[in-house]
């Protein structure tokens, strides 16, 4: 596969180029789930194809195909030049790209168990019982349960003479239940909603969950919101779960710090961001003891914005985004870093598969542990905790947000007082990072994944990585609806 | 793609299964071509295009059944030996039926061929004529110019075998001033269809007029949204209209099939054969499409009923089943929502004092059954005095139950193909709506 890989990239440089890379990317995955007990999903995919990448007279061109003949991957490269040359009828700037030291290398994930090659039978057996599980309290009206695993391999190669051979696994495992009585739907998730939890490691995941010890739970506290009171309305302190927490980083900060989104490329689609350039170094972003950082390698831990490389051959870095409540950083590229003045890009541009232009995305960006207890995070006379994200919008420069969760508590003297439902929440960025009162400490900390997040035209759904520890914050807007 | 190579792969599927002795097989054949100019800054920044294909075959042994699908011609084989595995080794569904026996189905013509050549350079073209507009008018663009191709073939071992070939175009742009924006789109089966120019003067006119945007107070207000705009919101009710949804309890229409939810301006169809609209006629399972009232003047009337709901509720098909295996059962995908006479400025005079929506944003559901959603309005929110424009407006938060909301819709235009960016294209009108509650204002 490199040699075809290198090949290709061979026909692309002899016609011409500036710059040119080429990715081929093979890919399998597998989806199973189960609804109200029975099988409602099973099914594997492979793909394999090649993306080229190619600077011409100034203007990018991009084409991917999966006809790998000699004649397809030509049909590619002229594809590519063709549509190259048309940019150029607008160009306005000279593209740079920053420069990055030539690496040849091969990085394959920490997976202890093949995710797909563990017997079928034995990955529903386990989705079966859970969904069991879920269904023992009577009440409970539909439950689902899912796996998902997915083992991507690219060979990256480019003019400037990287080679790179990199292999990621990814696993998914999710349950939830629902209670539909009297005109009101309530549902509980684990470990999360939409999807559970996803990270770059294998079947150990799922073992980890232990979704088993979990379901009874859910029947019951999805059951029991039908009683509950609706969330108070009011300006009180907030204490987030450290899965909503992560989702509250994903779009109130990991999108907004993406500079291509800053420059206005995304202005169209996913919009722009708060955070001009005039912002660096100078917003007080959040509360002295937020420190978030933009970390994509293997130290951070197996998330899913993990790798060793991006994919335009920048090797994963780790970048201060907050330090001590100051903005600090960006998610650059090798074309965009040059924009903030800096030499090398910090490693963030990737593509959701071989068909798709590798775009500004995010890594894993993670709020640093705290050193509070859990006890110390919740330790207030009167305030709200919220778990589990139920909806989330935001507006399209990442100031005022609006999120939901499947459930909450009201807290009085540190201690859960009484179950609410419906609760939601919502401010505007910077307040609420800046209203910080405690995170709670590395004990707490959870490297969350979004399997989900989409960008770019056309569309690339991309999993991040998150990492968060339960939090509070002081005088948020909170409600029911 | 031609028939004969699709027939000659799905006798190697057929083939092969029949060696591990399976003889129920489904299979789906797809090959296509998309390509997207996309701009922003006044340049062309991002200019792709695409080819695939991809067999995706799916085996029944008994209640069992799974998928495999693969975009290597050279391992057909391997995937129908993948699809048997996994079917032998899945749990089962008591709900599987026997595959699909085919009745005859009308093709329908969405194929032009302009649009499938469609060149890079005539692309950039039109992008750079519709940068040069929205520059002129003082403003920065950033857009797509997208065209493609598609063609799939659904076969199966009962003797069904279905084409569709589709094109398709998409232009849409935004154009954004020192403190404001404008935003169009439009979507055709024919990129000659589209008129780029006229988009992005509306959005440049957009972006001028929303200078210098005022603070509105939040509350509740009469509100003219655009069909883009509609299309996005009332977009978010259609996954319930399905009977797996309400046999499942997770729908909005679950025990209120006899209530009259809507307005009795409210008439919504789902009619894939309609001028304006998109897609192939046969669903998942190869069942043609029927054509669909769903709310007729304000009341529930029908529901898209895939094979395996149709047998449980005692009815026949529709033809709105997803391919199986699934979680959801079927889908609507070709909504038209019966529209009113008036044109937009009559609207904007009915509007009297209120607010103009060109776009809805980041739309997410806060209640599953009352349908509450919240978002934000973006890229041409306007006050309306006396039914005249009179300025921009910063943007709004909105949580709106929109089961409520097509109660409150006062007056329509003509319905029209839209689309936008939170739910699929569709045939609606603009709706004048009283009492729209605008819940929070953002900074711009």
């Known amino acids: 596969m490199q040699q075809m890989a290198l090949h290709a990239l061979d026909l692309a440089a002899q016609r011409g180029v500036q710059y040119a890379d080429v990715r081929l990317v093979e890919a399998r995955s597998q989806d199973l789930a189960t609804r109200n007990g029975r099988a409602a999903q099973v099914a594997d995919t492979d793909s394999l194809g090649m993306g080229i990448r190619i600077l011409l007279d100034g203007g990018w061109g991009f084409a991917a195909t999966d006809d790998l003949s000699a004649a397809g991957i030509e049909k590619a490269i002229s594809k590519a030049r063709a549509i190259a040359k048309a940019s150029a009828i607008t160009v306005r700037s000279t593209v740079r790209l920053a420069e990055e030291p030539v690496h040849k290398a091969v990085w394959t994930s920490p997976c202890r168990i093949d995710p797909l090659a563990m017997p079928v039978t034995q990955k529903f057996d386990h989705l079966l019982r859970v969904d069991d599980a879920l269904r023992a309290n009577k009440a409970v009206t539909l439950t689902e349960t899912l796996f998902h695993a997915t083992r991507t391999r690219q060979w990256f190669v480019n003019t400037d003479g990287s080679v790179i051979d990199q292999t990621r696994t990814m696993t998914g495992a999710g349950c939830a239940c629902y209670v539909f009585r009297d005109g009101d739907l309530q549902k509980r998730s684990y470990p999360n909603s939409f999807g559970g939890q996803y990270q770059l490691k294998g079947w150990e995941l799922v073992e980890e969950l232990d979704m088993l010890a979990h379901a009874g739970r859910l029947g019951e506290e999805a059951e029991a919101l039908h009683g509950a009171d609706a969330c108070p309305s009011g300006q009180l302190p907030l204490i987030l779960d450290s899965s909503q927490l992560g989702l509250q980083i994903h ?130 006379p009167h305030g709200i905790y919220m778990e589990t994200n139920k909806s989330w919008s935001i507006d399209d420069k990442r100031y005022n947000f609006q999120f939901g969760c499947e459930i909450a508590w009201e807290i009085k003297n540190g201690r859960r007082i009484r179950m609410l439902k419906n609760p939601v929440y919502s401010g505007i960025s910077t307040q609420f990072w800046n209203a910080c009162e405690a995170i709670a400490n590395r004990e707490h900390w959870t490297l969350w994944g979004v399997p989900n997040c989409g960008k770019g035209q056309p569309e690339q759904v991309m999993g991040t990585g998150h990492g968060a520890s339960p939090s509070r914050f002081g005088g948020v807007t909170v409600g029911s609806l | 793609m031609t028939d004969q190579e699709a027939r000659d792969w799905f006798d190697i599927v057929t083939r092969e299964a029949r060696a591990l002795g399976v003889h129920d097989v489904e299979t789906h054949f797809s090959e296509g071509e998309s390509s997207l100019t996309r701009f922003a800054n006044n340049a062309i920044h991002q200019n792709v295009s695409e080819l695939s294909r991809s067999i995706s075959i799916r085996v029944a042994i008994g209640q069992r059944t799974a998928r495999a699908t693969t975009n290597r011609l050279d391992r057909i084989r391997e995937a129908t030996q993948t699809a048997v595995a996994l079917a032998r080794a899945s749990a089962p569904d008591e709900n599987l039926l026997p595959l699909y026996v085919p009745e005859p189905a009308t093709p329908i013509d969405r194929w032009d061929e302009a649009t499938a050549a469609f060149s890079p350079m005539a692309r950039a073209e039109a992008v750079r004529e519709a940068i040069a507009c929205v520059e002129g008018a003082g403003h920065v663009a950033a857009g797509i110019f997208s065209t493609e191709r598609g063609s799939q073939i659904l076969a199966n071992s009962n003797g069904l075998f279905l084409r569709h070939d589709e094109t398709g175009s998409t232009f849409s742009i935004t154009a954004t001033g020192s403190d404001s924006s404008g935003w169009a789109k439009a979507s055709a089966v024919r990129a000659g269809d589209l008129r780029p120019l006229a988009l992005a003067q509306s959005a440049a006119e957009k972006a001028t007029r929303s200078a210098k945007p005022r603070r509105l107070e939040p509350g509740r207000y009469r509100v003219l949204l655009e069909p883009s705009a509609v299309l996005d919101l009332v977009g978010q009710i259609f996954g319930d209209c399905t009977a797996t949804a309400v046999a499942e309890e997770r729908s909005f229409l679950t025990g209120r099939m006899d209530e009259a939810l809507f307005g009795e301006n409210i008439t919504i169809h789902d009619d894939v054969r309609h001028p304006l609209q998109d897609g ?105 005095e006396d039914g005249e424009i009179v300025g921009g407006l910063h943007n709004f938060r909105f949580n709106e139950s929109v089961v409520e909301m097509l109660r409150r819709v006062e007056a329509m235009s003509p319905s029209e193909r839209a689309c936008g960016e939170e739910a699929f294209d569709m045939v609606v009108p603009a709706m004048l709506v009283r009492d729209f509650p605008f819940t929070e204002v953002t900074l711009f």
């Open chain 1, 251 to 380: 779009e109130s900060i990991g999108h907004p710090i993406e500079l291509d989104r800053v420059l206005g490329s995304e202005a169209n689609y996913a919009g722009m961001s708060f955070l001009t350039l005039d912002q660096l170094r100078t917003l007080r972003y959040g509360s002295g003891i937020v420190h978030v950082v933009s970390d994509a390698t293997p130290a951070h831990g197996p998330g899913l914005g993990t790798f060793a490389f991006d994919d335009e051959g920048v090797a994963a870095q780790r970048t201060d985004i907050i330090r001590d409540g100051l903005f600090a950083g960006y998610l650059t590229s090798r074309e965009t870093a040059g924009a903030i003045g800096d030499a090398r890009s910090n490693g963030c541009l990737r593509a959701a598969g071989w068909d798709r232009l590798p775009l500004i995305r995010m890594t894993n960006t993670s709020l640093e542990p705290g050193d509070s207890t859990l006890e110390e995070v919740f330790d207030v």
């Open chain 2, 280 to 384: 192939a006629p046969f669903d998942g399972e190869g069942v043609p499409r029927q054509p669909l009232t769903l709310f007729a003047e304000g009341r529930p009337a029908d529901l898209a009923c895939s094979r395996t709901a149709a047998r449980q509720a005692g009815r026949t098909a529709t033809g709105h089943g997803l391919a199986l295996p699934n979680e959801s059962g079927e889908c609507v995908q070709n909504i038209v929502i019966a529209g009113g006479s008036e044109t937009r400025e009559e609207l904007l005079r009915k509007l009297g004092r209120g607010v103009l929506v060109t776009r809805l944003w980041y739309i997410r559901e806060v209640d599953p059954f009352r349908k509450v959603m919240t978002g934000m309005t973006r890229d041409g929110t306007f006050l309306v």
